[in-house]
């Protein structure tokens, strides 16, 4: 089993619609959970960090996590062309190296 | 804040030659830098960890001897790629941690293309 798994393929919203990403992790003993946002051609980009069960927001995002069920998910509200791109779950596990998930892309259709 | 930078932005060079990448922490100190690859269309693939005044560690599959790490100061990182061949060419991204602050948070430079002809 894969440390961090993003399963779903590209997806595709419509403008001002709600994106909703998952991600599942195995180490039952990770403490500390990132979402990344990578252009293409681009560096990733830190876009949200969520460390306790529950919910956080910033902006038009949410990161929820749920620590029992080992996943965390991203949502996007009021999506903007602007948001396509690929998103990436990151977990560090406790020994400061962050695992990535294989991205999920988002295409934002005006 | 937390500002990574990268240098160069771009290389192309020769089979053969030696490639050497900085990575440097602008506004914040880094104990901990951490050096990716990433093919196109796929994920990141860490390659090492680059600890300030010791040996960086290097991922199981990745040669130490032709990735060089040298992580002299809190601020800078250099990756020397030695002996390049084509399958050398790649998207290289480094990555700092803020050692001040409490999290863990790491912190991405805007990634070195190289192309080795």
């Known amino acids: 089993q894969k440390e961090v798994e993003q399963n779903s393929g590209p997806l595709s919203v419509p403008e001002g619609a709600i994106a909703s990403l998952n991600c599942t992790y195995s180490d039952r003993g990770s403490q500390s959970f990132f979402w990344y946002r990578q252009y293409s051609g681009k560096s990733p980009e830190l876009i949200m960090s969520i460390y306790s069960n529950g919910d956080k927001e910033d902006g038009r995002f949410t990161a929820q996590l749920n620590k029992a069920s080992q996943y965390v998910s991203l949502l996007i509200r009021d999506s903007q062309p602007s948001d396509s791109a690929t998103y990436l779950c990151a977990v560090n596990g406790g020994n400061n190296r962050l695992a990535f998930g294989k991205g999920n892309q988002v295409v934002v259709i005006p | 804040g937390a500002v990574v930078s990268q240098h160069p932005s771009r290389v192309i060079c020769k089979s053969g030659t030696s490639v050497k990448i900085e990575c440097r922490s602008l506004?914040?100190?880094?104990?901990?830098m951490f050096w990716y690859r990433q093919f196109p269309k796929k994920s990141l693939m860490l390659m090492a960890t680059s600890n300030e005044g010791s040996k960086a560690t290097y991922e199981q599959g990745v040669e130490k001897d032709k990735f060089l790490i040298n992580h002299a100061s809190l601020t800078l990182s250099t990756l020397t790629v030695t002996s390049a061949h084509p399958e050398d060419s790649s998207f290289y991204i480094c990555?700092?941690?803020?050692?001040?602050?409490?999290?863990?948070?790491?912190?991405f430079g805007p990634g070195t293309r190289l192309t080795v002809l």
């Open positions: 506004d914040f100190q880094a104990t901990t």
């Open positions: 990555s700092a941690r803020d050692q001040v602050s409490s999290t863990d948070t790491q912190y």
